[in-house]
């Protein structure tokens, strides 16, 4: 199995670049963002605490992102592998996950990161919140506050990996195929 953690803050590339991975090497893609944002689209209990903290920039509580990707790896046991984009955002989350893989005996590949600086991402995100829909990414203060928590409380989490000797970064600045091929490269020695 191969399992990737795609890592890098709000704007960096991950659910683009996720797309091709997904047509390459045939994985399925578990977007936290995304599941939540379907939960949100169906006007579930769990959709609309979530709203509330997403629109703020904060993240939502540890149990329930480890729940909805626990249930995810349930229903898709005959996978070839997994594409972790916006997951694990803290150490909790990334000591939950080592634990749910621990079960399936499928450990993280590795973690692939994606270097893109503060001013670049505003700029990322300001633009695709004018056709995003996404009442987080139109309004500069709130995305600053996703960058600060993402420095505060997901940052840490690259050192997890590190300490298995898992981590690899990559330059986020570039043309999307340019990038692309970085995280082939990668991937190919896995
Ligand atoms: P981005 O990486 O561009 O900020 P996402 O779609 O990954 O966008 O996440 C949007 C919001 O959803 C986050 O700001 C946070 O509130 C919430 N969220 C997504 N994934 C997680 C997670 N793993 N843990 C906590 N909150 C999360």
Redesign the pocket.
């Not at 977007?31 to 995304?34: A, I, M």
């Not at 916006?86 to 955002?89: L, W």
């Given at each position: 199995m191969l399992n990737l953690v795609l890592f890098g803050p709000?704007?960096a590339g991950k659910g683009t670049q996720s797309q091709k991975l997904i047509e390459k090497y045939g994985l399925i893609h578990l977007?936290?963002?995304?599941l939540?944002r379907s939960e949100i689209t169906q006007g579930t209990e769990l959709g609309l605490e979530a709203k509330k903290?997403?629109d703020h920039?904060?993240?939502?509580p540890d149990e329930v992102?480890i729940g909805m990707i626990s249930h995810k790896l349930d229903a898709n046991r005959d996978a070839k592998g997994f594409i972790f984009d916006?997951?694990?955002?803290t150490v909790a989350?990334a000591e939950a996950l080592d634990k749910l893989l621990e079960s399936k005996n499928a450990p993280i590949s590795v973690m692939i990161a994606l270097e893109v600086n503060d001013d670049e991402l505003e700029k990322r995100l300001l633009l695709r919140g004018k056709d995003s829909g996404r009442p987080?990414d139109a309004n500069p203060e709130v995305i600053r506050k996703?960058i600060k928590e993402y420095n505060d409380k997901t940052a840490p989490v690259a050192g997890f990996y590190k300490n298995q000797n898992k981590f690899k970064s990559i330059n986020g600045i570039g043309s999307v195929g340019e990038i692309f091929d970085g995280i082939s490269n990668v991937i190919g020695s896995y």
């Open positions: 709000p704007g977007s936290t963002g995304d939540l903290l997403m920039g904060i993240l939502v992102v916006g997951f694990p955002r989350q987080d996703r």
